[in-house]
């Protein structure tokens, strides 16, 4: 018998990365919040790697930390080995990743939110959702408790009709051998939301003393590590290492000897996979010409003997998987713990949200995570911060947040999914960003930072380190500029071993350090008045002294965009009655409902005439209206 349990302000339906930040902005910002998880022992699971960051992904949790949000600070306590990736290219692409302790992370972010105001974490399973008359949302558990809610986020990873396939193998589950939600799709279709089956898989586990690391190179942390939060005082520690090894001629033939058992080929398997982070006999596939693939050999923890083998998810059938593992060098006598396998599970279309990750057609009802389309924990956790902040906004009556993508990969991503669309599990790459050069993240907390402050979510010592910081980078700037250095035979001998020319006339510091061959460091011995200032500050002014006309003419192209952004488009436009639009770009814009002509731009089938269109009819719309005046 259905039995009322209470009610909330905003109700999360699931504990992994979007549910965990989404769960934690809406108390932060004093809302009475709920999460929901089908088991609490896997709250912040990584069901896949044991790692948080990496190219692109390092960008969203240094801007997740600069607004406020959790998963930097908790990757910071967990991390076992930091490397900063790309240091051969350019800042823009600078990304740090580090390797956690996945059981140690998933304690942390527990605990965190066992103890966090205004907010309850409880082990159940929602079956059903639905609207009240009174616009408030019923939620019933498995266990026939009924709760209310002003406001719900879907946050359902991969458990959402979740199925797991092993070759011939096939049964309902949730990553990690847990319960799948068997129940809530049917709610969500009646609701009218669009779904449809994605697919991710994971590597096999093995026996760490079963690995032959005698050959394998050795990849070590960097030295001393970074953290990603700017609230992380303890240093951070590398305290393990990785290994790499290669497939060869011999994995390959076993995977292809058998792709005729695997679910991905035979057609078992419906849903769409990652097309960024496929499966070993889906490389073998598509690659024929490359002899030979990389892997590397994680640690899960400190704790733990499981070694997790990253690059080598697989589908296929245990005995194969035994078979192409062994052929590997390293692992030719390696024992599998945790086989690898494929889950399939549902998702919606994001091209039915806004901005707010909000459904456009459902009040109060907003979407997180990989129940969005996309993959990736980083991606998670950045869409649950964003619609766990603009559900507490949207029930106190404030004004939305809303990242545009001049200003954040945060708002990148959510512009790519609710404009754009996705056909596999999107995942975050600095090439997805026009403006990545401005968007670097070591100056993710000066784009954001002000912004989380203005929420609430940046505490008052946190806002006055960053002020500091602020002011400290700015007198450096003027610093440089001010500083001159004499053509001496010091700076000469240090200009000609860096491989730039020397000098005959005495050169500002700012200047110095515009040439690629030079930085702070190499200037270091003939910098006299030097200031004792924190790295992240020499970083911030070198990169901006060195890219200075590049970062203004992505500041121009942002100003072009933003003046498109801000000429907004009415909710309710009938786009197929407007003279002059293709009949594709009338359909995307009907279905997608676009909230400026700066997003309209952005939708694939939308042209330029198109656009040029609609600015002629807002024009058009405007001046009708003040002849009506």
């Known amino acids: 018998m259905k039995y009322n349990a209470g009610s909330c302000d905003i109700a999360v339906i699931g504990a992994g990365h979007a549910g965990i930040e989404a769960g934690l902005a809406g108390a932060r910002l004093g809302c009475r919040t709920i999460v929901f998880t089908i088991n609490m022992d896997a709250v912040g699971n990584c069901p896949c790697n044991p790692s948080i960051g990496g190219t692109a992904k390092g960008h969203l949790v240094r801007e997740i930390d600069a607004l406020g949000g959790e998963m930097g600070r908790t990757a910071d306590e967990a991390t076992i080995q930091s490397r900063m990736l790309n240091l051969g290219k350019g800042p823009a692409v600078h990304s740090l990743r580090a390797q956690i302790d996945r059981r140690e992370y998933s304690k942390i972010m527990k605990h965190k939110l066992e103890l966090q105001p205004n ?54 589950s949730g990553p990690d051998g847990l319960f799948p939600a068997s129940f809530l799709s049917e709610s969500l279709r009646r609701l009218g939301l669009s779904l449809r ?48 090894s290669w497939t060869n001629e011999k994995t390959r033939e076993v995977i292809l000897a058998n792709l005729d058992r695997s679910p991905l080929y035979s057609g078992r398997i419906e849903g769409v996979g990652p097309r960024y982070c496929p499966s070993i006999e889906d490389k073998v596939v598509r ?74 057609d459902l009040p109060g009802l907003y979407g997180a995570g990989q129940f969005n389309g996309s993959s990736g924990y980083e991606e998670a956790a950045a869409q649950g911060l964003v619609a766990g902040i603009n559900a507490a906004l949207k029930i106190q009556g404030k004004e939305p947040l809303i990242l545009d993508r001049a200003g954040s990969y945060i708002g990148t991503l959510v512009d790519d999914l609710i404009t754009k669309g996705v056909s596999d599990p999107y995942r975050m790459m600095t090439s997805r960003s026009e403006y990545r050069l401005v968007l670097r993240q070591d100056n993710a907390d000066e784009r954001l930072t002000p912004i989380g402050r203005r929420l609430g979510l940046i505490s008052d010592e946190r806002w006055a380190r960053f002020c500091q910081k602020e002011e400290q980078k700015k007198q450096e700037l003027a610093r440089a500029q001010r500083t001159v250095l004499p053509p001496s035979p010091e700076v000469n001998a240090i200009l000609q071993s860096c491989g730039t020319t020397p000098l005959s006339t005495g050169a500002r510091l700012a200047d110095l350090l515009r040439r690629p061959e030079l930085n702070y460091q190499a200037l270091a011995p003939v910098d006299r008045e030097r200031p004792e200032l924190p790295a992240a500050v020499f970083e911030n002014v070198e990169i901006e002294l060195k890219y200075e006309g590049y970062i203004k003419r992505q500041k121009a192209d942002i100003a072009e965009m933003r003046r498109l952004e801000r000429k907004r488009l009415p909710k309710d436009a009938d786009y197929q009655s407007i003279t002059g639009l293709r009949m594709e770009a009338r359909e995307k814009l009907q279905k997608i409902r676009p909230a400026n002509v700066g997003q309209a731009s952005r939708i694939s089938g939308v042209s330029p005439a198109d656009v040029s269109v609609l600015l002629i009819w807002l024009a058009k719309g405007a001046a009708e209206e003040g002849e009506d005046a």
């Not at 009924?146 to 011939?168: N, S």
């Not at 690659?287 to 640690?299: A, V």
């Not at 070694?307 to 390696?334: K, N, R, W």
Request: with cysteine.
């Open 119 to 172: 907010l309850l974490v409880k082990q159940a399973e929602v079956t059903a959702l639905e609207r009240t008359g009174t616009g408030e949302w019923l939620l019933t558990t498995r266990m026939e408790a009924q709760y209310t809610a002003k406001a719900v986020i879907l946050a359902t990873g991969t458990f959402l009709a979740g199925r797991i396939y092993v070759g011939d193998v096939s049964y309902e």
């Open 197 to 244: 089956r994605f697919k991710t898989g994971t590597p096999a586990r093995v026996l760490r003393s079963s690995i032959d690391f005698t050959n394998l190179e050795v990849q070590r942390g960097d030295e001393p590590p970074v953290p990603f939060s700017y609230d992380t005082a303890e240093p951070v520690r590398n305290r393990a290492v990785c290994h790499i």
């Open 287 to 360: 690659f024929p010409d490359k002899k030979r693939h990389q892997l590397f050999i994680e640690p899960c923890g400190l704790d733990t003997e499981e070694m997790y083998l990253q690059g080598m998810s697989s589908s296929l059938p245990e005995d194969v998987q035994i078979a192409f593992y062994h052929s590997i060098p390293g692992l030719e006598h390696v024992e599998i713990m945790r086989s690898a396998y494929a889950i399939e599970y549902d998702c919606v279309d994001p091209q039915q949200m806004n901005a707010m990750l909000e459904f456009q």
